[in-house]
Structures are given as C-alpha cells and as structure tokens.
C-alpha cells in the first residue's frame, strides 16, 4: 500500500495523523479498536521536527507507550502543516526563473484586476487602497520565446482544431534564455505556454533543452512545466500555480522530509503523508506539492465527512475555530462543496480547493483600540504565545477568556503551560477599559460578545448565500477555541443539531487520518456540445473524452507505482467541468463512470451537469438552450489506506460518575458573575448529561455550557447542545 503497510499486517494498526496550526501541533493516535487519544504541543515553525516529536509522545504517554512502541506499530502517518504558507507569506522562497511565450513577457505583473485579495471589507470596497500582492518572480527573471499553439475557438470548430501548432516552438530562443537565467542566479525555471493545456508539446520540449543547457553546464535545479502543475485554461491562475511549485513547494519538501526523518527515526516504516487542498493525502514525493498548501482546516472537513457518514447527517455546517482564524464549511447532501480556484495569500490559484470561508477572530486574535475609541480584533494573532497570559506583548481573545475565568490558566494543555491571570486583567483594563470608560468585566463581556456576533454572522451567511436554512443543518464546530465560544457564536441561530467531540481540540488532525490516499489529475479540453449536433459528432465528442481519461488513468497509475502504491488496488472516479455555452464559469460534475463512448454516453454526462447544477442553483436558473461546454475532465485515484472507526458505546445514565465532577469557578458571563460546575472530558460517559452553567475541562480545551443549556453524551460520545 501506499504507506508501507499490507493488508494483512495486524501488528501495524495504528493511525496517527497531526495538525501543525499556528498555534499548536494536534496529533490524533487512532488506537486498532478505533477509540482516539490526542497529544499537543506548541508549534515550532523553526523545528517542526520537534513540535511532532513532542506532541506524538504526548498523546503516547496517554495510553501508557512510549514514541517508538507507536511508531513501530502504526500503519499511516498524516501530517499537515502550514510551511508552505508560511514561505509564501514571508517571501522567502527559491528565487524562481520564469520563460513564456513571446509577447506575454509581462504576465507576472498583470493580476487579472485581483489587487483586492487578501485586504479587509472596508479596504476592497475602495480601489484607491487595493494594492498589488508580493511577486513571486522578480520580472527581470522572465524570458519569452518565440511558439504558439491555437486554443480553438468558443463558437465551435469553425477555425482551427484545439491543439493545432501555429508557430514551432523556437528552440535557440529556449536557449538563450535558460542561459540568461542560469546567469542571473536562478534556482528553478517555471515553463507556462498560451494553450499548453491544450497541447502540452512545447512545454515538455522546452524542459528537454534547458535540461540539456543545465547538463553542459554542470548545474542540477527543478525545471516545471504548467502543463504538468495545472493544465487548465486562464494563464494567470495556472502561472500562480505554477509559481507556487517552483517558489515554495520545492523548498518546503525539504522540511517535511525532515518531519518524516524524525518519525522514521522512532520506527515508522511507511511514508510520511500530507493533505491536498480537495481532500485525499498523498506522500512528499507527490510532484504537485503546492496542492497540500492549505491542509489544516480541509482535514476537518474531511472529518466532518466522516462524521455526517456514520451519523446519517445529510446537511452540515462547520466551525473551526483556532488561535489565528474562524473557518467554516458547508457540507451538501454530505459532500463538500468544492472551488476550481482558490484565493491563497494575495493570489488566485487553478487549485481545486473545498470551499471554506474565513474571519481573522481567533483564540489568539489580537484586541486593541485605536486613536477613534473603535474596538479592533485581529486579523493580527499571537499564535504559539497565546497572549499576554503567556509569552505574548499584546491582548489577545484569549487573555480574556482567562480574565472572565472561562480558561483555567493552572490548566492550559492539561497544566504543562502555566498562565498568568492577574497580567491578563491588567492589559484588559489598560488596553480596553480605562479607553471605553467601562468596568473591565462588562468590558471583556462586550469584546467577546463582539467576537462570537462576528462568528454567527459568518454562520448565517454561509448557508443563506446557498439559498438554505439554517434549520436543516447541523452544526459541527471544533478546534482549539471553538468549545469556548461555541455558545456565544451559536446564540440565535436555530440549527437542527449542535454537536462537537470530545476530541475537539484535534479534530482537524483526526479529518487527516479519515482522508484516502488520493491523487487528483484535471485537463483541459474545448468541446461545444450544441442541442442540434450530430449522432456522429457527439460520438467523436465522447471519444475525445474518453480518451482523456484513458491518459489520467496511465498518468495515475504510474505516478502511483513511483510512490510504492500496488496500482492493481487503485480505484478511478471521474467527473468534468461543464457550463452552458456563453458562461463564463465551469462546474464540476461527478459521473456514475469513465467510459464514454456513445451519443447516449454524451446525453447521459449533460443529464449528470443538470442534477448538479440545479442542486447549487434553483431550476430557473437553467440554460439548456444554450448547450453546453466541457472545458475540462477530472479523474481522483484512490489506493486503500488504514481508516479509524467511531465505536459505540453502552449508554449509562444521565446523572455523572462523581470522578468526572472537579469542583467549582466563578465565571463572569454576559453581564454577571455566576458559578460554573467544572467536570473532567475524560471521566463522562455516554449517556450523561451536563447542566448548565458548567465547564468541561479537558488538557486540549474548554466546553461552555451556559445557564439554561445542557450537553448530552450519545453512544458515540458525541456531545449534543441543547
């Protein structure tokens, strides 16, 4: 299998997988019976190796094992990280090299209009205050030559067919310009071609000859081809792809590499594996490494998948709440909804990417108030300093939630980080208070109260802009944060359910141990398929199609062999992207099968794009008159891979064992002080029931239950609010 194991290796029955935020580093170990224990540690951007190394023993030592008795027996290792973000965000890349097709020499600068993304509200509504995103390239480092491939024509095959060479490709001006290149000190070359993804030809010819330059010379760096990052239409997306393989991903390989060192050196035997942005994992040697970027907030959608499977939920709303950001995530007839591009740090990529959408308030969100008395809250964020509590210069959300008593500050991680109260009030009645004029509790109650309405009104945005009703979902929320604040963001908003684990701290790590090994492969193709064509062509059409994903399938399985899969085991699920002729944007439509050959197979695949367009759109919205397009084929292949299990529990009785109950704590809530029961996560049993007010405890986080609200334990242990 992909990750070492076989399928009759009992003694390798571990899962672990991990999360490594900004905050802090959660490791999920899935023991064989497919109960969970959860380590965590304070993330280390400049030694991942150690934050893993950490947080595994820490979940280890639950269970009474040591690092290696874990990794010895464990059959897959999952580890999603926020490196290459990281390396985007702060420029510190490979200086990259960039050759192109002649007269597109300035494509590097010319964003498509998008000098909005990544500014606030306030600042995208005002175009005199959008600016341009940090180049990934220095455009002193372009060089065009001299090809060109037609890319066919929107009105049909009236003129040349796709894919046709209109000029060859000019071998001496690839030449000279590597040449440049490598003289200017560059550390990889990115090739992007108009309609390589038509015809990928030029492209990998291009890489022939500067490998041949880099040979003469005595050099060895990357070379990478869009056609081979992200074949689909509109160059400047798939250039953003392809500048972040080169800038980033490359590089980044290096420390993950460093990770899957760290755990082979405890005994692990398989290879180390990483999330893509659509879901799926793969391993470091995947050669489209920039589609792990953002791995963290998938893996818990990927979990809440799993979830919404094994409880029958068919429409589900998440909240992901951590130190730096507020994520949520629509799941539709228990599917995720799914981008084609994805807007990561100032740049839209051609990344297929699970839709998420994000607000800067976090655990570790920074609180300020400016010269005007207006109440700031984030997007700045401490992240593994927690706040002023802790190692951090500034107040953050989480200062507050210590100073109104709702976080122990004796038992943060379970006691390992001590935080200081009394600092917390202080920079909460200096930095808030005293500016306002209020008492600094009624102040601290008024910055949450801001906070959690800022979180609900994301909740009702992401369901009504669906056209849905919050009625029909439940609400799945986790992460660090979220049990904390859960009943301020929810206060108001009527969902069917409202539920959460008692792992909720590491749930996003525990999505990365439900994800399949998974490849995704798209291409491009132009294919008009107008309600008066012909039997004949629609046959043609069909072939076409069918073609292109007989060379996915060969592509998969031979990109698969080279990671160690057994391909006789890989499974292929197929899908296209389709629109009605004169749209501008396509969908993606998942098919029953991949073998298209008839007329019938063409009406069958439009019937397919009718069923899920009128599931993201109402029926009036239907064009069928028009025709329709495909502009691109998908195909997802899948090897087996271990998979944890929810085990049911024997239901006991409502009332507690009186281990679980700890004691008591005076809590400042909305407006008064009121005393909490506080009870231990570990010692509930399924069946019981929380009455509030209370607190439950647990070493990764802290579930409020508010006055006139309970929580009820189900066989799962899955906590429902109520």
């Known amino acids: 299998m992909a990750d070492g194991t076989s399928s009759g290796d009992n003694e390798r029955n571990f899962i672990l997988a991990l999360d490594a935020g900004g905050t802090m580093t959660d490791a999920i170990l899935v023991k064989p019976d497919g109960s969970f224990t959860v380590g965590k540690s304070i993330t280390r951007k400049e030694d991942e190796a150690r934050s893993y190394r950490d947080s595994v023993s820490d979940a280890a030592q639950s269970i009474d094992m040591t690092s290696d008795d874990v990794h010895a027996q464990c059959g897959a290792d999952i580890y999603c990280g926020t490196g290459m973000l990281n390396t985007v965000l702060t420029g510190e890349g490979r200086r990259v090299g960039l050759i192109v097709t002649r007269g597109f020499d300035d494509i590097s600068t010319m964003e498509g209009g998008l000098t909005y993304?990544?500014?606030?509200?306030?600042?995208?509504?005002?175009?005199?205050?959008?600016?341009?995103?940090?180049?990934?390239?220095?455009?002193?480092?372009?060089?065009?030559?001299?090809?060109?491939?037609?890319?066919?024509?929107?009105?049909?095959?009236?003129?040349?067919?796709?894919?046709?060479?209109?000029?060859?490709?000019?071998?001496?001006?690839?030449?000279?310009?590597?040449?440049?290149?490598?003289?200017?000190?560059?550390?990889?070359?990115?090739?992007?071609?108009?309609?390589?993804?038509?015809?990928?030809?030029?492209?990998?010819?291009?890489?022939?000859?500067?490998?041949?330059?880099?040979?003469?010379?005595?050099?060895?760096?990357?070379?990478?081809?869009?056609?081979?990052?992200?074949?689909?239409?509109?160059?400047?997306?798939?250039?953003?792809?392809?500048?972040?393989?080169?800038?980033?991903?490359?590089?980044?390989?290096?420390?993950?590499?460093?990770?899957?060192?760290?755990?082979?050196?405890?005994?692990?035997?398989?290879?180390?594996?990483?999330?893509?942005?659509?879901?799926?994992?793969?391993?470091?040697?995947?050669?489209?490494?920039?589609?792990?970027?953002?791995?963290?907030?998938?893996?818990?959608?990927?979990?809440?998948?799993?979830?919404?499977?094994?409880?029958?939920?068919?429409?589900?709303?998440?909240?992901?709440?951590?130190?730096?950001?507020?994520?949520?995530?629509?799941?539709?007839?228990?599917?995720?909804?799914?981008?084609?591009?994805?807007?990561?740090?100032?740049?839209?990529?051609?990344?297929?990417?699970?839709?998420?959408?994000?607000?800067?308030?976090?655990?570790?969100?920074?609180?300020?108030?400016?010269?005007?008395?207006?109440?700031?809250?984030?997007?700045?964020?401490?992240?593994?300093?927690?706040?002023?509590?802790?190692?951090?210069?500034?107040?953050?959300?989480?200062?507050?939630?210590?100073?109104?008593?709702?976080?122990?500050?004796?038992?943060?991680?379970?006691?390992?980080?001590?935080?200081?109260?009394?600092?917390?009030?202080?920079?909460?009645?200096?930095?808030?208070?005293?500016?306002?004029?209020?008492?600094?509790?009624?102040?601290?109650?008024g910055v949450l109260e801001i906070v959690n309405s800022e979180m609900a009104d994301l909740l009702r945005t992401m369901v009504a802009a669906k056209g849905y009703d919050t009625h029909d979902f439940t609400l799945l929320y986790y992460g660090g944060a979220g049990p904390v604040h859960m009943w301020g963001f929810t206060a108001g908003i009527e969902f069917a359910d409202v539920i959460t684990m008692p792992w909720a701290a590491g749930f996003s790590a525990f999505g990365a141990a439900c994800a399949e090994y998974m490849h995704r492969y798209d291409r491009g193709l132009r294919e008009l398929i107008p309600n008066d064509m012909s039997q004949e062509?629609?046959?043609?059409?069909?072939?076409?199609?069918?073609?292109?994903?007989?060379?996915?399938?060969?592509?998969?399985?031979?990109?698969?062999?080279?990671?160690?899969?057994?391909?006789?085991?890989?499974?292929?699920?197929?899908?296209?992207?389709?629109?009605?002729?004169?749209?501008?944007?396509?969908?993606?439509?998942?098919?029953?099968?991949?073998?298209?050959?008839?007329?019938?197979?063409?009406?069958?695949?439009?019937?397919?794009?009718?069923?899920?367009?009128?599931?993201?759109y109402p029926e009036g919205a239907r064009f069928p008159d028009a025709g329709y397009s495909v502009t691109a084929v998908h195909l997802e292949a899948v090897a087996p891979k271990p998979q944890p299990v929810l085990g049911k529990r024997e239901l006991k009785g409502e009332k507690p064992s009186d281990s679980a109950y700890v004691g008591s704590r005076d809590v400042f809530h909305r407006d008064a002080w009121m005393q909490f029961r506080v009870f231990e996560m570990q010692e509930l049993d399924a069946g019981n029931v929380i009455e509030g007010p209370a607190i439950i405890r647990d070493p990764m986080t802290t579930v409020v239950v508010p006055p006139n609200r309970r929580k009820e334990l189900d066989e799962y242990r899955i906590l429902h609010y109520r």
Not at 599 to 611: K, N, T
Request: hydrophobic residues 40%.
């Open 117 to 445: 993304l990544g500014q606030t509200q306030a600042e995208s509504l005002h175009q005199q205050l959008h600016r341009h995103t940090r180049p990934l390239v220095d455009a002193s480092d372009v060089r065009s030559v001299s090809e060109r491939i037609g890319g066919g024509c929107y009105q049909g095959n009236i003129h040349l067919p796709p894919g046709h060479v209109l000029i060859p490709l000019n071998e001496n001006h690839v030449r000279d310009a590597a040449n440049e290149l490598l003289d200017r000190g560059v550390e990889v070359i990115g090739i992007l071609f108009l309609y390589s993804f038509v015809n990928p030809e030029h492209e990998h010819r291009a890489k022939e000859v500067i490998e041949e330059v880099l040979k003469g010379r005595g050099q060895d760096i990357p070379v990478v081809c869009s056609a081979d990052v992200a074949p689909v239409a509109k160059e400047n997306p798939r250039l953003k792809s392809l500048l972040f393989q080169c800038f980033a991903a490359e590089q980044v390989r290096e420390s993950l590499l460093e990770v899957e060192k760290e755990a082979k050196g405890f005994g692990y035997r398989g290879r180390l594996l990483t999330l893509l942005s659509y879901g799926g994992a793969v391993n470091m040697e995947y050669p489209r490494l920039y589609e792990t970027m953002i791995s963290g907030p998938i893996g818990g959608l990927i979990g809440a998948q799993f979830v919404a499977e094994q409880l029958e939920i068919d429409q589900l709303v998440t909240a992901d709440m951590g130190g730096t950001s507020f994520d949520v995530g629509l799941l539709l007839d228990r599917r995720m909804g799914m981008t084609k591009t994805a807007d990561i740090a100032g740049h839209r990529l051609a990344l297929p990417m699970v839709e998420i959408d994000s607000v800067g308030s976090g655990a570790g969100s920074v609180v300020s108030i400016d010269q005007y008395r207006r109440l700031h809250v984030g997007p700045e964020s401490a992240g593994a300093k927690v706040g002023i509590c802790f190692e951090y210069d500034r107040l953050t959300v989480t200062d507050i939630n210590v100073a109104l008593g709702y976080v122990d500050p004796d038992y943060f991680l379970g006691g390992q980080v001590k935080l200081d109260r009394d600092r917390a009030l202080s920079a909460l009645e200096s930095e808030v208070a005293k500016p306002l004029g209020l008492d600094v509790y009624n102040a601290g109650a």
């Open 537 to 616: 062509d629609r046959v043609g059409c069909a072939s076409r199609i069918d073609q292109a994903w007989r060379e996915l399938e060969d592509e998969a399985r031979e990109e698969m062999r080279k990671e160690g899969v057994n391909v006789d085991r890989v499974v292929f699920r197929y899908g296209v992207s389709a629109r009605y002729i004169g749209q501008l944007e396509s969908f993606d439509t998942r098919l029953e099968s991949g073998n298209v050959k008839s007329a019938q197979d063409i009406d069958d695949l439009i019937q397919s794009f009718e069923v899920m367009y009128t599931k993201v």
